[in-house]
């Protein structure tokens, strides 16, 4: 069983790539026995995902000539996705995250400028694709990794613009766009119903901030490694609930609740 874990990490990470976002317990793929699809072979399984990045840590990438952007003080994400997930021999999980997001951006130490320097979006479409694997199992103690893509699709939905963090930057249409890459290391302590896990994550995000014919933004993470910690309760056999933090390369918090079909 341990080489075909391997065998389905090599097999799955060039396809899925690897993201950022809620990540979940290494045990997640044992945890649900419930529902008309659970078998041994598979199981199917659906929830709700609140997630809340605080504080995402990027820096400017490119800039154009003589422009003297700071690096922001706070980038804020605010997302919630339904959850689908096809769980193989209680072992490795393959899921995806769709819904909703809305990310603010500001400044610390603000330029001089004749408006507004923030960056506000309203909510729109966001998904996340991922892989998860039990490695190693020691009686309650779980070893898993995880690999998730997350996308913020270009989208023409700001709803308070940038103005004069260089000059020229236009009143007209900005758009913007998100992708986050993430592998994750973590274990997992079961208690009976409890469960208690945290890990080491590796991150990498980029962010552009776009308007037609000007030149475009482009931020990335101050930091590639991060670490989060969690609990999950099993509430029945077909029924779960997260509480998750993440610090470091960004400060967040997320809830899920996950039932089996």
Do not use: C
């Not at 479409?125 to 020691?138: A, E």
């Not at 896990?197 to 933004?217: D, H, I, N, R």
């Amino acid at each position: 069983m341990r080489y075909f874990s391997y065998f389905i990490i090599l097999y799955f990470l060039p396809v899925v790539y690897l993201q950022a976002s809620y990540t979940g317990s290494p045990a997640d793929p044992s945890f649900l026995q419930g529902g008309f699809t659970s078998q041994y072979l598979f199981h199917i399984s659906s929830g709700y995902i609140n997630d809340t990045v605080w504080d995402k840590k990027i820096r400017p990438k490119t800039l154009p000539d003589s422009t003297a952007l700071k690096t922001p003080q706070e980038f804020k994400i605010e997302s919630q996705w339904g959850a689908i997930i096809l769980t193989l021999l209680k072992r490795l999980s393959v899921y995806t995250y769709l819904g909703v997001s809305k990310e603010k951006m500001d400044w610390e130490n603000k330029p001089n400028y004749y408006g507004d320097e923030n960056l506000k979006t309203k909510s729109h479409f966001s998904f996340s694709l991922g892989t998860k694997v039990i490695l190693l199992r020691f009686g309650s103690l779980q070893i898993g990794v995880n690999a998730q893509y997350f996308s913020i699709p270009s989208v023409e939905t700001i709803e308070k613009r940038i103005r004069d963090l260089y000059i020229p930057f236009p009143l007209s249409d900005q758009y913007l766009e998100l992708k986050e890459w993430q592998a994750a290391v973590s274990a997992v302590k079961i208690l009976g119903p409890f469960s208690v896990y945290g890990g080491l994550k590796w991150m990498q995000s980029k962010l552009k901030v776009s308007a037609t014919g000007e030149p475009t933004l482009r931020f990335i993470n101050q930091k590639n490694l991060g670490l989060f910690t969690g609990l999950t309760i099993n509430i029945t056999r077909a029924l779960y609930g997260t509480i998750e933090g993440r610090f470091f390369d960004e400060y967040a918090l997320s809830f899920a609740t996950i039932t089996a079909f």
